[in-house]
Every structure is written in structure tokens, then in C-alpha cells.
């Protein structure tokens, strides 16, 4: 058995004054803690919080002061000192004649007293040029002799191409110091959920015996407990593309004239359509702000959603329609035709109308008697609409996408915020993943114009959404490709 001690790992962090520490904290621990405010010296006292258990095996996670623009006088006294931790730990009147410096000694007092390893925070929206304090701060904590890992908070928008750079400078920079061991991003604002375990990961790196096997066990933790957040995510996304599919809209039984008058009569048409169109994209709102809220809480955020869909055109439905033959017959025999363009529709398994009109034209009775048999024989033969093909694979984009936002919103923005725009990796990602397996969403809208087995159609929905999450995630976060296991 390890000893008690080996069972727990602890870790601080500290940096500059107005970094980030306590935002990072409350992005970790999925709950408010500390105070958070654009000023200097927010956090006064060090504080403890429980990061993660699994079994007997804990790790506390240390918010300590931010290092104040007086680090220099401290430094300059502990070189002047034969034993520069032994006199922090003494140093006690600097609380009353100066708070910046008494800050930058309770941080050094705490990482001597408390910490297994030093979780150090970078300003990255400065270069390593623009931050001269940076390497007086390393050479501080130096003189405690604990491990320091490097992550570079406030990156600002996801960007992986952008993030690998900024890490490559600053680990160029910080070479010189072998106390540093180790340079990542992990973003208090916009990091994303597989980044998180690398905390554990590392400290397993520079830790030994019981320790690093007590590191190794809570990222394996860590991430059993993130992937559950995951799969209940998948399982919601796929619930809400579910009800798309599911979901249509009556237009009314109608008389064989009265068919023949709205083929017709663009105003009849349109008053039906206008009032599908509300019904229908009232729904998908309402739906999408409940899945979108339930995976905000599912996330330990807070706050809610207040994104409305827009109003969208009419190339937004297909059409199921019970239509006669000889109405199909005699409008085809007309000789100008009226449903020209129907038969890559029909296919599809759906007649689409776009911008109000009808589809254009064909000429000849025995063509158009053709395709309406053939429509016949693939439908349920009722008059209603269901959301079209093109629009149900624009839907599983938006889904996807808002997935990736909620999944990168860090406690550290504070209550959500529905996204402006999104990144436009995120989007040719998802564009492409979704582009390249589109025989399998087509085939799962056509599934969706007579349901015949729901709890079914649901699991292939959620392998499809999980497929394609996985690839996405993995592209953006290579490391994390092996955390998914089978997808």
C-alpha cells in the first residue's frame, strides 16, 4: 500500500497579479470560488480546494496571491540572504508597509509549504519580450527547487496553429531555466475539456514513486469522468436531431379541385406554408435552447441560452403530399408542366418547394404519371411537411457547432454567452467531416420520413454525431485522440 502522503498530489498555482489563477481555478473546479475582478492583487490569502478523488487517491489544487511589481526588491533581498526560503517564512511586517510585496511572499510561502508541483501561468497575449517580469518570477520560485509547468492562459479564440507557436516561443524563452519543465496551453476562457487531464499527465511526468501513481490514476479519472459529460452530450444532440426528423406539420386534407386551385394559386400555397414554416421553426427554437441549456448545466457552466433562431426561407421544407395520379396526369398533360425538377426530390424521398414557387416544369402526362406512382410507393400519402434534406444536414452543423462552443466555454467568461461566431477551423472541420459521411446523414433523413423504429434511428444518430465529434476533437487535440478509445 502507498503511504498516505503518496496518495495525494498537491498543486499550486501562481503567476503575475491579474492572470488568470482564479479563473483557471473555477474553470477546473466546474464552481465559482475566490474573487475574480480586473485588478491587481484580488486574491490576498492562498486557498485550498478539492480538485479531484478517485478512491483513496486526491489532489488539492492551491489559488495563491498574484506576484506583485515589487518582485525585484524580493529578489534582490533573497539574494542577499543565506537561506532565502528560511527567511520568507520569517518575513512578516511587509503585510502592513507593503501589500504588493507581502503578496509575492505568501505565493513563495505556499509553494514551499504546500505544493508538489507549480502550475505557472503566462499572460500569452504578450510575447515573451513584452513580459520582462516573467523570468524574475522563475528565478524566484527557483529558490523553492519544485517543479514548474508552464500554461499559457489568456490565448483568446481557439487556435490550435496559433497556440503551438506561442508555445514553441515561450518554451524557447524559458529554456534557460531547468526548474521549468514543461510548456502547455490551457486557456481559463476558451480551453477545451480534453485539454484538462494534461494537468495530471504532466505532473505524473515530473513527479515520483507514490506520487506519479497517484497523478496517473486522477488523469485516468479525470478523463472517465469528462468522457460521461461526453456521452450524455452525444445522447443530447442526438435526441434534439432526432425530433428534426421526426417532426412535420399538417397542411390539411384537400379536395382534388382544391389541390388542382393551390397547385395554382401562389397565395393559397403560401398561407399554408406560412403558417408550417412558424409552427415548425418555433419548435426547433424552443428545442434547441433546451438542449443547448441542458448541456450548459451538463458542463458546470451557468446561465442559459437566449439565442433565437431565425426566420428562414421556405427551401426549408419538403413536401409529403397526397397526389392523385390523374391530378399528376392532367397537370403533366397541360404541356407546360408544372413539376419539372421533381425527380432528384422524389428520390431524396421529399418534393421541396423553394421561395414560394413550385419547382418548375415537365412536359408530358406519362412522365409526370411515371413519377407520381413512384412517389406513391415511398410515401405514407398525407399532406404535410417535414424539414428538407439540405436543411437537416445544415441543422447537424449547427448542432455540432454549438456542441464545440459549449464544450471551450471556460468558467472564467463567467455566465454563458451564446457565441457571436464561431472559429472558422471549427467550422471546415465540422464542414468536412459531415461533408465527407454525407450518404450516411441522407440516409438517416430519409429514415426520417417514416419512422418505424425511434429507439433505433436514435442510436445510429448518436454513433454518427460521436463519429464525427471524435474526428473533429481529435484534429483539433491530437493528444487526446486516445482518450476516446473505439468510436
Same mark, same amino acid.
Given at each position: 500500500m502507498p503511504e498516505i502522503s503518496d496518495r495525494e498530489i498537491v498543486l499550486s498555482l501562481i503567476s503575475h497579479t491579474n492572470v488568470g489563477k482564479t479563473a483557471l481555478a473555477r474553470t477546473l473546479l466546474r464552481r465559482d470560488v475566490g474573487e475574480v475582478a480586473d485588478s491587481a492583487h484580488v486574491t490576498l490569502v492562498p486557498e485550498a480546494y478539492a480538485l479531484m478523488e478517485s478512491g483513496d487517491r486526491r489532489a488539492r489544487l492551491w489559488d495563491t496571491p498574484g506576484f506583485g511589481s515589487n518582485l525585484a526588491k524580493l529578489a534582490q533581498r533573497l539574494r542577499a540572504s543565506d537561506n532565502p526560503v528560511g527567511w520568507i517564512l520569517h518575513q512578516v511586517w511587509d503585510r502592513v508597509t507593503d501589500r504588493s510585496l507581502w503578496c509575492s511572499q505568501e505565493a513563495i510561502r505556499n509553494v514551499q509549504s504546500e505544493a508538489d508541483v507549480v502550475l505557472y501561468l503566462v499572460d500569452a497575449s504578450q510575447s515573451p519580450a513584452e513580459t520582462g517580469y516573467i523570468d524574475l518570477e522563475i528565478e524566484v520560485i527557483e529558490w523553492i527547487g519544485k517543479p514548474v509547468l508552464v500554461f499559457l492562459n489568456q490565448t483568446g479564440t481557439p487556435d490550435p496553429g496559433r497556440d503551438e507557436r506561442n508555445e514553441e516561443a515561450w518554451r524557447a524563452h524559458l529554456s534557460r531555466h531547468r526548474i521549468?519543465?514543461?510548456?502547455?496551453?490551457? *486557456?481559463?476562457?476558451?480551453?477545451?475539456?480534453?485539454? /484538462?487531464?494534461?494537468?495530471?499527465?504532466?505532473?505524473?511526468?515530473?513527479?515520483?514513486?507514490?506520487?506519479?501513481?497517484?497523478?496517473?490514476?486522477?488523469?485516468?479519472?479525470?478523463?472517465?469522468?469528462?468522457? *460521461?459529460?461526453?456521452e450524455d452530450s452525444v445522447a443530447m444532440i442526438a435526441d434534439l436531431a432526432y425530433s428534426a426528423l421526426a417532426d412535420t406539420e399538417e397542411l390539411g386534407a384537400k379536395s382534388f379541385v382544391d389541390k388542382l386551385k393551390q397547385l395554382v394559386r401562389k397565395s393559397d400555397r403560401d398561407r399554408d406554408f406560412e403558417r408550417a414554416q412558424r409552427a415548425m421553426y418555433a419548435r426547433l427554437s424552443e428545442r434547441t435552447k433546451e438542449t443547448v441549456n441542458r448541456l450548459i448545466a451538463r458542463h458546470g457552466l451557468s446561465g442559459e441560452t437566449a439565442n433565437q433562431l431565425a426566420a428562414s426561407s421556405r427551401e426549408a421544407f419538403a413536401v409529403k403530399r397526397n397526389v392523385e395520379e390523374s391530378l399528376m396526369?392532367?397537370?403533366?398533360? &397541360?404541356?407546360?408542366?408544372?413539376?419539372?425538377?421533381?425527380?432528384? *426530390?422524389?428520390?431524396?424521398?421529399? &418534393?421541396?418547394?423553394?421561395?414560394?414557387?413550385?419547382?418548375? &416544369?415537365?412536359?408530358?402526362?406519362?412522365?409526370?404519371?411515371?413519377?407520381?406512382?413512384?412517389?406513391?410507393?415511398?410515401?405514407?400519402?398525407?399532406?404535410?411537411?417535414?424539414?428538407? /434534406?439540405?436543411?437537416?444536414l445544415d441543422q447537424v452543423k449547427s448542432i455540432l457547432l454549438l456542441y464545440l462552443a459549449v464544450a471551450h466555454f471556460g468558467r472564467g467568461r463567467g455566465d454563458w454567452l451564446d457565441p457571436v461566431h464561431n472559429p472558422a477551423h471549427w467550422q471546415k472541420l465540422v464542414e468536412e467531416k459531415v461533408t465527407n459521411d454525407s450518404g450516411t446523414w441522407k440516409s438517416l433523413w430519409k429514415a426520417g420520413a417514416k419512422i418505424e423504429d425511434p429507439a433505433g434511428l436514435k442510436k445510429k444518430l448518436a454513433k454518427e454525431f460521436r463519429g464525427v465529434l471524435v474526428g473533429v476533437l481529435g484534429d483539433l487535440y491530437p493528444e487526446s485522440r486516445g482518450i476516446f478509445g473505439k468510436s
Open positions: 521549468v519543465k514543461k510548456v502547455s496551453t490551457l *486557456d481559463a476562457f476558451t480551453r477545451c475539456w480534453t485539454q /484538462e487531464h494534461e494537468i495530471f499527465v504532466e505532473a505524473a511526468g515530473v513527479l515520483s514513486g507514490g506520487k506519479r501513481e497517484t497523478a496517473r490514476l486522477l488523469s485516468e479519472a479525470w478523463v472517465s469522468r469528462q468522457l *460521461d459529460v461526453f396526369a392532367a397537370v403533366g398533360g &397541360m404541356g407546360a408542366g408544372l413539376l419539372g425538377g421533381l425527380a432528384a *426530390d422524389l428520390a431524396a424521398g421529399g &418534393m421541396t418547394f423553394g421561395g414560394g414557387a413550385l419547382l418548375g &416544369m415537365l412536359a408530358g402526362g406519362a412522365t409526370t404519371f411515371a413519377l407520381a406512382r413512384g412517389y406513391n410507393l415511398t410515401q405514407t400519402g398525407t399532406n404535410r411537411v417535414r424539414w428538407t /434534406e439540405a436543411h437537416f
